[in-house]
């Protein structure tokens, strides 16, 4: 299981970087933004809007592509982060442990997350193949 599984704002994370890998030996960071920040660590970027299914700039299967090319257990810790924190970095977050098999985790985090934009979550899931 992760070690270090934490979701916040792009700007928190990039804020609070060294602290967040000296918890981990090999940590993952994921954002989600069609915005650009400064950092000089390595991220994996998935440039989509937080807006609904039929909207202009929804997730695409590009975006699960990437996703699908990640080997997430190589990893110990995962920091994933969009704009606020709020909708898409919850609703990848979710998606993922889904999965990867962790379906407590990803229900816990669907609870929590109460403005976790499902359509982007629904659409990870149904892009996805099961990797368990």
């Known amino acids: 299981m992760v070690k270090q599984f934490?979701?916040?704002?792009?700007?928190?994370?990039i804020y609070d970087y060294d602290k967040l890998i000296s918890q981990c030996k090999k940590p993952l960071f994921i954002?989600?933004?069609t915005n650009k920040y400064d950092?000089?660590?390595?991220a994996v970027v998935l440039d989509f809007n937080d807006?609904?299914?039929g909207e202009e700039?929804?997730?695409t299967e590009k975006h699960t592509n990437i996703l699908k090319g990640i080997d997430f257990?190589?990893?110990?810790?995962?920091?994933?982060?969009?704009?606020?924190?709020?909708c898409r970095s919850p609703a990848v977050a979710s998606a993922i442990?889904?999965?990867m098999g962790w379906n407590k985790a990803s229900d816990n985090l669907k609870n929590k997350y109460r403005y976790m934009n499902i359509d982007v979550y629904g659409f990870i899931i149904s892009n996805l193949v099961k990797k368990r």
Do not use: E, M, N
Not at 6 to 13: E, G, N, R
Not at 39 to 42: I, S, V
Not at 78 to 85: H, R, T, V
């Open 31 to 33: 954002f989600i933004t």
């Open 57 to 59: 700039g929804f997730i």
């Open 97 to 99: 442990c889904r999965y």
């Open 39 to 42: 950092y000089y660590f390595d």
């Open 73 to 86: 257990d190589k990893y110990d810790g995962w920091f994933i982060g969009c704009d606020a924190g709020l």
């Open 51 to 53: 807006v609904s299914i």
């Open 6 to 13: 934490i979701i916040k704002s792009i700007t928190d994370l």
